[in-house]
C-alpha cells in the first residue's frame, strides 16, 4: 500500500510532466501529443517510484532496463527525465531540433539514460525480450537479478516481429520481463479497433503463456499495485495492460485520434496548460 501524500506528490509531477510536454511540441512545431500525455502518470510511476536507478550513475550495472517501442511518445520519457535529474530542464527546449540530443525518437548513442534506440514500431519487444534473455544468462553465472520493462502501444501490434517477440518471451520463461501496453485505442489514422481489431487483446497474451494483468493507466496507485503483483509471477512473462486517454488532462482532445501526431500551436498550448492548472 503507497502512502496518500506520495501519490498526491506522483500526481503533481504527472501534472507538471504534461505542461513540460505541451510546451516541447508547441516549440518543436511536430511530434506526438496525445500518447504523451497518456502516459504522463506511468512514466512518473517508473522514474519516481517503481525503477532501480541512478541519474548520477548511468553505468550502475544492477539498474532496471527501461525500453520504450512507441518511441513517438519520447517527449514524455525526457520531460520525466529531465524533472529525474538526468540533463536541464532547458535543455527540452532543443526537442527535435538539428543536433540536438533529444531526437523525434530515442537515440541511445545521443542521450545517455536512454536504454534503446527506437523508430520502426515493433522493434522493443523484441529488444527487451533478448536483454532479459541475456540477463536471465547472466544470473545462472552470478550476476544480479535485474527488471526489464517494455513499454510498447496498442497500434504496435499490428506488427508481426511484436507477436514473434511474444512467442520467444514465453518460450524461455522470461519472468523478469514486464510489458507494458499503452492501450489508449488511437493509432495515426484512426482508431485502432477500426484499423486491425485488437481484441481480445488478453486472451491472445495468454494463449502465447503470458500472465496477463489489466489496469487504469492514468491512476498512479492502481498502475504501481500491478507492477508489484507481475514482480511476483513466476516461470513466466508479464503484460499490463494499462487503459489510457489519449490526450490525458486537456480535455478538448482527450481521445481524439487526430492528436495522435499533432501538436499544439502556441495559443492552443497557453489553453491547454490553463487546463491542467
Known sequence: ??????????????????????????????????????????????????????????????RDRLFLSNGHICPIQYAVMA???????EEL??????GSRLQGHPDM????????????????????????L???????????????????SDGEHDEGNTWESIMFAAKYKLDN????????GIQLSGKTEDIMPLESLSAKYQSFGWQVLECNGNDIEEFIEAIGEARSIKDRPTVIIANTV??????????????????????????????LE
Open 83 to 89: 524533472m529525474a535529474g538526468y540533463f536541464p530542464l
Open 177 to 184: 520481463l514486464i510489458v507494458v501496453i499503452d492501450r489508449n
Open 246 to 275: 489519449p490526450g490525458k488532462g486537456v480535455l478538448e482532445i482527450e481521445n481524439d485520434w487526430k492528436w495522435h501526431g499533432k501538436v499544439p500551436t502556441e495559443e492552443e498550448a497557453k489553453r491547454f496548460i490553463n487546463q
Open 134 to 152: 541475456a540477463s536471465k544468462l547472466d544470473e545462472k553465472s552470478g550476476g544480479d537479478r535485474i527488471r526489464i520493462y517494455c513499454l510498447t
Open 1 to 62: 500500500m503507497i502512502e496518500e501524500n506520495k501519490i498526491v506528490e506522483l500526481r503533481e509531477k504527472a501534472k507538471e510532466a504534461r505542461k513540460l510536454v505541451i510546451e516541447m511540441l508547441a516549440e518543436a512545431g511536430s511530434g506526438h501529443t496525445a500518447g504523451s500525455l497518456g502516459m504522463a502518470d506511468i512514466f512518473v510511476a517508473f522514474y519516481f517510484n517503481i525503477l532501480k536507478h541512478d541519474s548520477k550513475n548511468l553505468e550502475w550495472a544492477e
Open 93 to 98: 527546449k532543443t526537442l527535435r531540433k538539428l
Open 109 to 132: 548513442g545521443r542521450l545517455p539514460g536512454v536504454e534503446s534506440t527506437s523508430g520502426p514500431l515493433g522493434l522493443g519487444l523484441g529488444q527487451a525480450a533478448g536483454y532479459a
